[in-house]
């Protein structure tokens, strides 16, 4: 995505600007994304270079949690992969749950791309998925 593309489609790949004031940056959710990595004891790398609400962000630090929790059950570290779980869900439930399914339905809206359309695709079946697995795992 070009980001002055994007803005012209109303696409914004940032947690906080689908939420608040669209185009503000580093507002009460930014800084609760932020926080919530804090908590968890995960950080972005300084390399990243973007934001901490920024979809990339979101979906890697996602990513990161589903890999820990399915390396302690294969430790057979169930406490550790449930307390995972419900990270993960708490981070759906409060972040990216709540601007992935609209920023894939923007994207679908706003281009007939097949690399695109079948990204917005992916991310909405991913998110689907883990709310869904996080609800049957608890």
Same mark, same amino acid.
């Given at each position: 995505? =070009?980001?002055?593309?994007?803005?012209?489609?109303?696409? =914004?790949?940032?947690?906080?600007?689908?939420?608040?004031?669209?185009?503000?940056?580093?507002?009460?959710?930014?800084?609760? !994304?932020?926080?919530? =990595?804090?908590?968890?004891? =995960?950080?972005?790398?300084?390399?990243?270079?973007?934001?901490?609400?920024?979809?990339?962000?979101?979906?890697?630090?996602?990513?990161?949690?589903?890999?820990?929790?399915?390396?302690?059950?294969?430790?057979?570290?169930?406490?550790?992969?449930?307390?995972?779980? !419900?990270?993960?869900?708490?981070?759906?439930?409060?972040?990216?749950?709540?601007?992935?399914?609209?920023?894939?339905?923007?994207?679908?809206?706003?281009?007939?791309?097949?690399?695109?359309?079948?990204?917005?695709?992916?991310?909405?079946?991913? !998110?689907?998925?883990?709310?869904?697995?996080?609800?049957?795992? !608890?």
């Amino acid at each position: 995505f =070009y980001r002055n593309e994007n803005l012209k489609f109303g696409i =914004y790949e940032f947690d906080e600007a689908g939420r608040e004031i669209p185009g503000i940056l580093w507002g009460a959710s930014t800084k609760a !994304v932020q926080a919530f =990595y804090a908590r968890t004891g =995960y950080a972005l790398d300084f390399g990243f270079g973007d934001l901490p609400d920024h979809i990339g962000a979101e979906l890697l630090f996602m990513a990161r949690l589903c890999e820990d929790e399915g390396e302690a059950r294969m430790r057979g570290d169930a406490g550790n992969a449930g307390n995972l779980a !419900v990270l993960e869900g708490e981070f759906l439930d409060g972040h990216l749950g709540r601007f992935a399914p609209a920023l894939a339905a923007r994207v679908e809206d706003a281009t007939s791309q097949p690399f695109f359309r079948a990204w917005a695709a992916l991310l909405r079946a991913f !998110v689907g998925a883990e709310g869904a697995g996080e609800k049957a795992a !608890v």
